[in-house]
């Protein structure tokens, strides 16, 4: 006899998928899909009855063809360039090193990468945009150019600022890659751009992690255990990439 608790708890996720479905809800309904045949094929396997088990096949077969048909769909608009994530931070919050953010946009096909930062000056800023390009040396992607935009330091911070970044040039250059360097007064917006057509806009640049308390505190040489200030992150896909 199926688990009657069992039971309820798939027809409950499978309603409530079928109601994110209409709801034009993709995502979240394909979830709830997934849940849902899980629990039933479980009911199923359960259920000695054979006309019942030929019913909860019967319907583990719809609701399968329903739940392929969203996953196509998502991957044709992923594909498409229509799709369109946001990222919502919260303050403190940790498990959002460069890697968590950008790998999954990170394939064979990426040559060439654009970041618009105009706080790439003190110490901490240019220590993370030097994590961000180890991040591109370590792959999968191909990266052969990096062009970085930024603002330009003032005072001591520019000696610091230049002498840095020329040794990231000469560290990447030593890995096959060439990072370009610009300045602007003007530069305000912050994203970041591949040429496989993946932009990521973040609201606070790379420039989203805390302060560690101390050099040995945890978090410190791991960004996934570093607490965040609270930002937003937008990904999307445009058909070209502008370069700088």
Not at 82 to 95: L, M, P, S, V, W
Not at 117 to 143: A, S
Not at 210 to 237: A, M, N
Request: aromatic share 10%.
């Amino acid at each position: 006899m199926a688990d009657t608790g069992l039971e309820a708890a798939a027809t409950a996720a499978l309603r409530r998928a079928v109601e994110l479905d209409a709801g034009l809800r993709f995502q979240e309904a394909l979830v709830c899909y997934q849940e849902g045949i899980d629990l039933l094929m479980q009911v199923m396997k359960a259920t000695k009855d054979e006309t019942k088990k030929n019913h909860y096949r019967q319907k583990i077969m719809e609701y399968m063809d329903r739940a392929e048909q969203i996953k196509k769909r998502n991957d044709k608009e992923k594909e498409d360039g229509k799709c369109h994530k946001q990222i919502k931070i919260e303050e403190n919050a940790t498990g959002f090193s460069y890697e968590k953010l950008f790998q999954e946009y990170l394939n064979e096909t990426v040559t060439e990468v654009w970041v618009e930062d105009p706080y790439i000056r003190r110490v901490h800023q240019l220590y993370n945009f030097l994590r961000f390009c180890e991040m591109l040396v370590k792959g999968p992607c191909k990266v052969k150019t990096i062009h970085l935009l930024t603002s330009c330091g003032e005072g001591s911070e520019k000696s610091q600022q230049t002498s840095a970044l020329e040794q990231i040039q000469q560290s990447v250059k030593n890995r096959g890659i060439k990072l370009d360097v610009y300045f602007s007064t003007s530069i305000h917006d912050r994203e970041i751009r591949f040429n496989n057509g993946w932009m990521i806009k973040i609201g606070r640049g790379l420039d989203y992690f805390k302060k560690p308390q101390g050099q040995f505190s945890i978090g410190y040489c791991d960004f996934d255990l570093r607490p965040c200030h609270e930002t937003t992150v937008d990904i999307f896909h445009t058909n070209h990439t502008k370069k700088i």
